[in-house]
C-alpha cells in the first residue's frame, strides 16, 4: 500500500485546497442505489475534498456500478470493496475502516450514503475547527422528512435525543458528555490513529457516539452542532425502515438499560393522561381533565421544538460569523 506521503502528494494534484484544510470523505455503501450517486456528487462539489472512498459493503444492487461511473467522471471518487467482516466487527465500522487506511489528506470525514453535503459545509467545518480548536467536528444532518410518519415521529425522537445530548454540555470542554453523528464526522487524522480509529469501536453499533467519547477521554475538544445548511438526509423512506432503524439505536441511545427505558417511558408516554381520558368514559369531568393535561402536554413538546429551532438558529449565527474572521 503507497505511503500517506505518497498519497498525500496524489490527492494535492486533484484539490486546491491547502495541505492543513484537505480532507479524504469517507462512505460506507451497502446497497444504496438510491442514493449513493447524489451523495457522492455533492462531495465532489467541495473544494476541500481532496479523494472520496466509496467502499463497496457487499451490496447486491447497483451500487458498485453506479460509483464505478463515476470514478471515470472526477478523478478524486475511488471505490474500494471491503473485505471479509472480521469477528467482532460490524459492516459498517470494517467498511469505514478499510477506507481510512487509504486516506492522505489531514482529515478524515466520514459520512452515510444517504447524506447529501451543502455547497460550503467542509469548509465551514474546518472554520469550526481552527475557531474552536476542535479536532472532531460533527454535524447533525437537517431532516428531509416527507411521509405524515416521518413528519410526526423524527422531530419527537430528536426533541428527545437533545435531553440526552445537548450541544452545549457536548462542547462543554470540562463536561464528559460527548456525541457525534456519523452522517457527517469530520475528525484530524493523527488523532484519529491515535485513539485507535473505528477498530477501537468495531463491536460498537453507536460507532459515532463511541468514537467522540474516546476523543474527549483523550482531552481533546471536540465540536457538535446544527447541520442545517450544511448537510441533509432522508434516514428512512419507508415505515418499516425506520422501525427497524430507531429499534436498532434508541435503545443505546436514551441509555442502554432496562432502567433507562422505563424512565424515557415514564417521561414520553402519557400514562395518567391515558387513564383520565379511559376513566372519562364513565366520568366526564376525568374525561375533561385528561384532555386538559393532553393539550398541556403538546404544549409542552410545541415549545420543546421551538427551543430546538433558536438553539439551531443560534448555531448557525455562530459559525456563519466564522467567515467573517480574517483568519480565515
Known amino acids: 500500500m503507497p505511503?500517506?506521503?505518497?498519497?498525500?502528494?496524489?490527492?494535492?494534484?486533484?484539490?486546491?485546497?491547502?495541505?492543513?484544510?484537505?480532507?479524504?470523505?469517507?462512505?460506507?455503501?451497502?446497497?444504496?442505489?438510491?442514493?449513493?450517486?447524489?451523495?457522492?456528487?455533492?462531495?465532489?462539489?467541495?473544494?476541500?475534498?481532496?479523494?472520496?472512498?466509496?467502499?463497496?459493503?457487499?451490496?447486491t444492487d447497483r451500487t458498485a456500478e453506479i460509483v464505478q461511473g463515476l470514478t471515470k467522471e472526477f478523478r478524486k471518487v475511488q471505490l474500494l470493496e471491503a473485505r471479509e467482516i472480521p469477528v467482532g466487527w460490524l459492516g459498517k465500522n470494517h467498511a469505514v475502516?478499510?477506507?481510512?487506511?487509504?486516506?492522505?489528506?489531514?482529515?478524515?470525514?466520514?459520512?452515510?450514503?444517504?447524506?447529501?453535503?451543502?455547497?460550503?459545509?467542509?469548509?465551514?467545518a474546518l472554520r469550526i475547527a481552527g475557531e474552536t480548536g476542535a479536532v472532531l467536528v460533527s454535524f447533525s444532518p437537517e431532516q428531509v422528512t416527507e411521509a405524515w410518519y416521518e413528519k410526526a415521529l423524527i422531530p419527537f425522537v430528536y426533541s428527545r435525543l437533545a435531553n440526552h445530548f445537548s450541544y452545549d454540555a457536548v462542547n462543554d470542554a470540562g463536561s464528559k458528555t460527548a456525541a457525534a453523528n456519523g452522517q457527517f464526522l469530520m475528525i484530524?487524522?493523527?488523532?484519529?490513529?491515535?485513539?485507535?480509529?473505528?477498530?477501537?469501536?468495531?463491536?460498537?453499533?453507536?460507532?459515532?457516539?463511541?468514537?467522540?467519547?474516546?476523543?474527549?477521554?483523550a482531552r481533546y475538544r471536540i465540536w457538535f452542532g446544527s447541520g442545517v445548511g450544511a448537510v441533509r438526509v432522508r434516514m428512512y423512506r419507508s415505515f418499516d425502515e425506520m422501525w427497524e432503524g430507531w429499534k436498532k439505536n434508541l435503545y443505546l441511545l436514551v441509555g442502554g438499560t432496562p432502567g433507562a427505558v422505563v424512565r424515557e417511558s415514564a417521561l414520553v408516554?402519557?400514562?395518567?393522561?391515558?387513564?383520565?381520558?379511559?376513566?372519562?368514559?364513565?366520568?366526564?369531568?376525568?374525561?375533561?381533565?385528561?384532555?386538559?393535561?393532553?393539550?398541556?402536554?403538546?404544549?409542552?413538546?410545541?415549545?420543546?421544538?421551538?427551543?430546538?429551532?433558536?438553539?439551531?438558529?443560534?448555531?448557525?449565527?455562530?459559525?456563519?460569523?466564522?467567515?467573517?474572521?480574517?483568519?480565515?
Open 3 to 59: 505511503t500517506r506521503t505518497a498519497q498525500s502528494e496524489a490527492a494535492a494534484a486533484v484539490s486546491g485546497a491547502a495541505p492543513d484544510e484537505r480532507i479524504t470523505a469517507i462512505v460506507p455503501a451497502r446497497d444504496e442505489e438510491r442514493t449513493i450517486e447524489a451523495c457522492v456528487r455533492s462531495l465532489v462539489r467541495q473544494a476541500e475534498i481532496a479523494e472520496i472512498f466509496v467502499v463497496n459493503d457487499h451490496s
Open 97 to 124: 475502516w478499510e477506507g481510512a487506511k487509504h486516506a492522505s489528506s489531514r482529515w478524515l470525514l466520514f459520512t452515510d450514503a444517504d447524506a447529501e453535503l451543502l455547497d460550503g459545509a467542509p469548509a465551514q
Open 188 to 217: 484530524r487524522e493523527d488523532v484519529y490513529d491515535e485513539i485507535g480509529g473505528h477498530e477501537s469501536v468495531a463491536g460498537e453499533v453507536l460507532e459515532d457516539v463511541a468514537l467522540a467519547k474516546r476523543v474527549k477521554a
Open 269 to 328: 408516554v402519557p400514562w395518567i393522561t391515558l387513564a383520565l381520558l379511559v376513566l372519562g368514559l364513565k366520568v366526564p369531568p376525568a374525561f375533561v381533565a385528561g384532555l386538559g393535561l393532553l393539550v398541556a402536554r403538546h404544549a409542552v413538546y410545541g415549545s420543546a421544538l421551538l427551543d430546538m429551532v433558536l438553539i439551531t438558529r443560534k448555531i448557525e449565527f455562530s459559525a456563519s460569523h466564522l467567515y467573517d474572521n480574517p483568519a480565515f
